[in-house]
């Protein structure tokens, strides 16, 4: 599994690529917690998920996932997903999370429908 | 070992409904639209390969009972209400009314698991011998199946049943002999506790992991599931949700999903994954939609590997 994250004005655009299984879960988990720490300045209002690298996730990476999107309510910030591939969709349908994670087509509807701001930093960088 | 699936549901029994039934008549009716039958054989033949399972069949709605053949006496797990079914059919069974032995390993004591008893009539037949076992505290066991009998919740009186009742304390983590089969338990994650059951004889072996919520969220004891489901020809497994439910609106509930149950299949190298305890407010067409679903969540993930994919319904028999 691989993992990035840039910041586009009050969100964060995280990459994965690969799989998360219960082999690759901890080190999601570890790539993923400093953007959920609320005491991290560097923690924007927003995350957006960019999964068109992932090639599929076991439950135990949307447990992870959940746990996120959890932690972000609680915090009163926003996470959502985008760009999953016909296998990833397959497996959000399977296991309903597509009624319980924003998902959206691609990067660029995710940030016009969470921050203007951010498209507009995304598509001028 | 031949497993009987005796009751399949969760939470509480329940019926096909009107509405059910009639969608199904409907279904067949369509499907049979412009054919003729010759005779019985040709019809049946239809139903078995025209008709898809939720319309020719259907899963049941008793609660939780299986039963355990390939040991001299019989040998069941939990008392839902499929129980009072295997009790009818043992007493319709033809011959001498010999006395006869039962055994029952129970997971808890919720109500789905026990509330069968007060209608399994070999209960009340005088020679007859009952062996109840658990990791349980058997003292709580003997009390909870007492009071379902005591007034006012059922007329007869625990005291006024006729067989032998002797409740056997099992210790968890232990290999015991009963009824030729070698048996251990492994406590789960449950309101008020639960067990699962391993069951060995003659190379072969059935789990039985009923009402327990798997989160995964520490390797540790996700491992212990694992070891204790591994290399097992049948696991029956508690799939009463989907994820998205297991982790928000169902959390710490007790009950698992039936994506965990591939996952956990399949790192423990299980040959059959049998979901199990279906929720009460599914009909036939939805638990086959997420049978198939699963089904379709097991080819991505599974790299390759074999894993049987099933769900249990009241009279199924598995032979492994």
Redesign the interface.
């Known amino acids: 599994m691989e993992f990035s994250a840039k910041q586009f004005d009050d969100v964060t655009l995280i990459h994965i690529a690969g799989r998360i299984d219960h082999k690759t879960v901890k080190d999601f988990e570890t790539a993923l917690m400093p953007f959920l720490e609320a005491d991290n300045p560097a923690i924007t209002k927003k995350i957006i998920i960019n999964f068109e690298k992932l090639d599929f996730l076991t439950s135990a990476g949307l447990r992870m996932l959940m746990i996120a999107a959890k932690t972000c309510g609680r915090q009163g910030r926003g996470i959502a997903v985008a760009s999953l591939q016909p296998i990833v969709e397959e497996i959000f349908t399977i296991s309903r999370f597509d009624l319980v994670i924003n998902v959206f087509p691609s990067v660029r509807e995710a940030l016009q429908k969470l921050s203007p701001a951010a498209l507009a930093d995304y598509e001028g960088a | 070992m031949r497993i009987r699936f005796w009751g399949t549901r969760g939470s509480i029994p329940v019926t096909a409904g009107a509405e059910n039934i009639r969608a199904k008549i409907k279904r067949a009716l369509r499907a049979a639209d412009g054919k003729r039958f010759a005779n019985e054989t040709q019809l049946d033949k239809f139903i078995d390969n025209k008709l898809d399972f939720p319309t020719r069949h259907g899963f049941g709605g008793d609660s939780a009972c299986i039963q355990i053949e390939g040991g001299p006496d019989y040998l069941l797990c939990d008392m839902g209400s499929g129980l009072r079914r295997f009790g009818r059919q043992v007493m319709q069974q033809p011959g001498p009314h010999l006395p006869r032995m039962y055994h029952f390993l129970m997971s808890h004591v919720h109500w789905d698991h026990i509330q069968g008893f007060p209608f399994f009539p070999p209960a009340y037949v005088p020679g007859n011998t009952i062996h109840i076992y658990s990791c349980l505290d058997t003292g709580m066991l003997a009390a909870a199946l007492q009071q379902q009998h005591a007034s006012p919740f059922f007329p007869v009186d625990w005291n006024e049943l006729g067989a032998d009742i002797i409740f056997n304390q099992l210790q968890p983590d232990r290999w015991h002999d009963i009824n030729g089969f070698r048996i251990k338990g492994m406590l789960q994650s449950h309101h008020g506790d639960s067990y699962s059951y391993r069951f060995e004889k003659d190379d072969k072996c059935l789990v039985y992991a009923t009402d327990a919520e798997h ?3 520490r ?1 540790r004891e ?1 491992g212990a599931v694992i070891a204790f489901f591994e290399d097992a020809d049948l696991v029956i497994f508690d799939a009463m949700y ?4 297991m ?2 609106v169902r959390e710490d509930w007790g009950h698992s ?1 039936n ?2 149950g ?2 956990l299949c399949l ?1 423990a190298n299980v040959k059959h994954y049998c979901m199990f305890h279906h929720d009460p407010s599914y009909n036939d067409e939805t638990l086959y939609k997420i049978l198939l ?2 089904r ?2 097991g080819e ?2 599974s790299d390759g590997r074999n894993l049987k994919i099933s769900a249990a319904y009241d009279d199924m028999v598995v032979d492994i």
Do not use: G, M, N, P
Not at chain 2, 242 to 245: F, N, P, T, V
């Open positions: 989160k995964q969220a390797e996700t989907s994820l998205a439910e982790v928000t999903s994506i965990v591939v996952d790192r679903e699963t379709r969540y991505i993930v």
